[in-house]
């Protein structure tokens, strides 16, 4: 009896999911809304949404954003010229209806008004940017209060830098303890816009071939045959008005020729509801709303990276405890790409039949300014809990895909990130390394080892990397501090740790911040007793203590004694400084920290300068992050000529760059110092993997009495 309940459930079940992902009746839905059918030039519903209330002693915190451009001129003249010149030519050969030539009176002028605003943003859409803006911190306020940072990027669309304009000026008046910042450039592309094809990031994959054999313009033709009835109305010989031209391409822009109009200020508008019945500007939806499948199907893989990018930004606020907002804008495909990525409400559903297509994938559910908002909420002060999150599309609660959600619409946020990360692995074909090994460790964490000539340095290396996917649970990170000092392997056993790497340079020179406790927040304005200044903070790293773990360039544009501020100011429970910082938001900024020197003229600075210390091959140790939430924890080994050469922060940072392409690397205490320990690798009694130099022997056993250590623990 148990088992046949059990089943009956199961069933019960699945048939929900598929009835959720269908959308039963959009025919008709389309057919009496003419807004609908207007696709992807449908106006944004502005209305109040339902909204179901967190679980009891939860609030938000945070909010991951991609938004659309808002309500725009057509993107292109061809929109607007190609039925125009048909009517001019129609009326040049007096085949034009006395409708035709009325439209093509009102529309000659319509196009002098337009003709050089093709693509601009409208005032409606400033407006609808404003007002989602508005929403959102009226919706969401404890995540915008003092102190909180909103940080925004755009494609470089100028259409999308506006609505980003309009949508941070509403946020900074509706929340004034917000800090706002807007920016666009190069490095955003895998953000805003990575599928444009001067992205030198994109991402690669498997190869897309589409599920149909009919082409848009066979589609077009089967579904609507009858295309010539439109064009009896402005021609008096169907036929002869579209001469040569391709009956698809012409109604391809006709209907956005149409669909657009109620995007523009209505003074500009022109009222073409004469030219084309419901039934027809329903079947005109449905004939794009496959082209547009067929185009957008393959940007899957390249607009992945917005889905890491999301995933890493929302980890690294989460994990030093800011409040606020990562915004993204940029265009319909890109959004319409995000829908299938993380199967929004079915949307990457593929039915067998390219007529049901309508039923799983509607471009009007992409609207001018269409968003997604990945809503975070965290236990209040005082309470404990999982991190969960809430997808909005359109301000409308929504599913990821069939994942379970824990209360409602609220999902744990660890499962939609493992859920996330298992989609963006469909998409996206990592490239092979080469000259590596790899050892499973445990669920989540793998060992890799290179040994071999470096094209990076050109020289002898061994390389030691723990690989821990922080989206799989059963493991957390702690900071670890003993003024006496230790070995690497004895803090092994004491916390029975999976893996253990040394972590901060001397106490007096950084930070140094565990459970809320300062182990040392003052760091000295020199470099021990050596008179260099201070160049040891640029960067952090941060955890929770558990799964969240962010790295930040803290120290850019700061001098020392706002650096030193900074951090004791800082909520985040448990702070590591160093520098310096090797990778910032994938620039390889490593590169030129210790600037360019020869020599002899780096023999000349002191041992503690910056430009030796990091200009000379040494040891080394760094932690870094990648977009798919892997925390990396790397010794690279040294002073061993012909086996292990070591690098220079340069080197370190192209080898990190060639090899694992992370988002964020920060560079930590080396030399005699770099020791890693994985559990059941390298030397069996005390799993240190590399040859630390503290004895000048080429064994595991030179490991150096440190006081900090990275700690990865069960949890």
Same mark, same amino acid.
């Given at each position: ?14 048939? @929900?999911?598929?009835?959720? $992902? ?43 954003? /991609?938004?659309? *451009? ?18 001019? !030519? ?29 693509? !601009? ?10 007002? #989602? ?31 980003? @304009? ?64 439109? +064009?009896?109305? %402005?021609?008096? &010989?169907?036929? $002869? ?16 020729? %149409?669909?657009?109009?109620?995007? +523009? ?30 185009? /957008? ?35 319909? *495909? ?6 299938? #990525? ?5 949307? &990457? ?22 968003? #997604? ?47 996330? @990360? ?18 499973? %460790? ?6 890799? *080892? ?12 061994? %390389?030691?990397?723990? &690989? ?37 340079? !001397? ?54 004694? !706002? ?37 002899? $003229?780096?023999?000349?600075?002191? /041992?503690?300068?910056?430009?030796? *210390? ?70 069996? @009694? ?30």
């Amino acid at each position: 009896m148990k088992t046949k309940l059990s089943t009956c459930i199961l069933l019960l079940l699945v048939l @929900s999911i598929q009835a959720n $992902a269908q959308r039963s009746g959009v025919r008709e839905e389309v057919l009496s809304d003419w807004n609908k059918s207007s696709g992807l030039d449908c106006l944004y519903d502005l209305s109040p949404k339902a909204s179901t209330l967190a679980p009891k002693g939860y609030e938000a915190v945070y909010i991951s954003h /991609y938004g659309r *451009h808002g309500s725009r001129y057509a993107y292109t003249e061809k929109a607007y010229t190609v039925f125009l010149n048909l009517l001019a !030519e129609g009326r040049k050969a007096d085949n034009l209806t006395p409708y035709g030539s009325e439209l093509l009176d009102r529309l000659q002028p319509f196009w002098d008004n337009v003709r050089y605003r093709v693509g !601009e943003l409208t005032p409606l859409g400033w407006e609808q940017h404003r007002q #989602i803006a508005r929403t959102m911190v009226k919706n969401f306020p404890t995540a915008f209060g003092k102190g909180s940072t909103v940080d925004a990027c755009s494609s470089a669309s100028v259409r999308s830098i506006l609505s980003m @304009s309009s949508f941070c000026a509403s946020i900074a008046r509706e929340a004034p303890g917000a800090e706002v910042y807007e920016h666009q450039g190069t490095m955003d592309i895998q953000a805003t816009r990575p599928n444009e094809g001067r992205n030198p990031f994109r991402y690669t994959g498997p190869a897309f071939r589409f599920p149909y054999p009919e082409s848009s313009e066979d589609f077009f033709l089967r579904r609507f045959p009858g295309y010539r009835d439109v +064009l009896s109305r %402005v021609f008096k &010989d169907p036929d $002869a008005g579209l001469g040569n031209s391709n009956p698809y391409g012409v109604f391809f822009n006709l209907y956005m020729f %149409v669909a657009g109009m109620n995007s +523009l200020p209505e003074e500009q508008r022109v009222d073409l509801s004469g030219l084309v019945t419901p039934q027809e500007y329903a079947l005109l939806w449905e004939c794009d709303n496959y082209e547009r499948f067929r185009e /957008y199907k393959p940007y899957r893989t390249p607009c992945s990276s917005i889905v890491e990018d999301m995933m890493a930004k929302a980890d690294a606020a989460l994990a030093s405890g800011r409040r606020g907002a990562d915004l993204r804008f940029g265009h319909d *495909h890109v959004a319409m790409a995000l829908f299938m #990525i993380m199967d929004i409400d079915g949307f &990457d559903t593929v039915p067998e039949d390219p007529d049901d297509l309508v039923y799983y994938f509607q471009t009007f559910r992409s609207p001018k300014a269409t968003n #997604i908002q990945m809503v975070f909420f965290a236990p209040k002060k005082g309470r404990k809990g999982e991190v969960l999150v809430k997808l909005l599309l359109n301000g409308e609660e929504a599913r990821f895909g069939t994942l379970e959600p824990f209360d409602g619409p609220y999902y744990r946020w660890a499962d939609v990130r493992d859920y996330l @990360s298992q989609r963006v692995s469909l998409f996206v074909t990592r490239p092979e390394q080469k000259g590596w090994t790899e050892t499973q %460790v445990a669920p989540g964490i793998v060992y890799r *080892h290179f040994h071999g000539t470096d094209p990076v340095s050109g020289s002898a290396q061994q %390389v030691f990397v723990a &690989d821990w996917d922080m989206s799989r649970p059963g493991y957390a990170l702690k900071f670890t501090y003993n003024r006496e000092g230790t070995v690497a392997s004895e803090v092994m056993k004491a916390h029975d740790a999976v893996v253990v790497m040394n972590a901060a340079y !001397e106490p007096a020179s950084v930070v140094l911040k565990i459970g809320g406790e300062y182990f040392s927040g003052m760091p000295n304005n020199s470099v021990m007793a050596t008179g260099v200044p201070n160049w040891k903070n640029e960067g952090a790293i941060y955890t929770d203590g558990g799964r969240n773990v962010s790295i930040a360039y803290e120290g850019k544009g700061k001098t020392l004694g !706002e650096l030193r501020r900074f951090y004791s100011e800082s909520s985040a429970p448990n702070i590591f400084s160093s520098a310096p910082m090797l990778i910032d938001d994938y620039v390889p900024v490593g590169e030129s920290f210790a600037g360019y020197y020869g020599e002899d $003229a780096i023999k000349s600075f002191n /041992y503690e300068d910056a430009r030796r *210390h990091q200009g000379v091959r040494h040891p080394r140790t760094a932690v870094a992050l990648t977009a798919d939430n892997h925390l990396l924890m790397v010794v690279v080994d040294g002073r061993r000529e012909g086996v292990s050469e070591g690098m220079n922060c340069r080197e370190l940072t192209r080898f990190l760059k060639e090899n694992f392409n992370p988002r964020y690397a920060l560079n930590m205490d080396g030399g005699g110092s770099s020791t890693l320990c994985i559990e059941g690798q390298g030397d069996p @009694s005390t799993h240190v993997v590399n040859y630390p130099t503290g004895n000048k022997r080429y064994d595991h056993d030179g490991q150096r009495t440190l006081m900090s250590y990275f700690v990865l623990v069960r949890q």
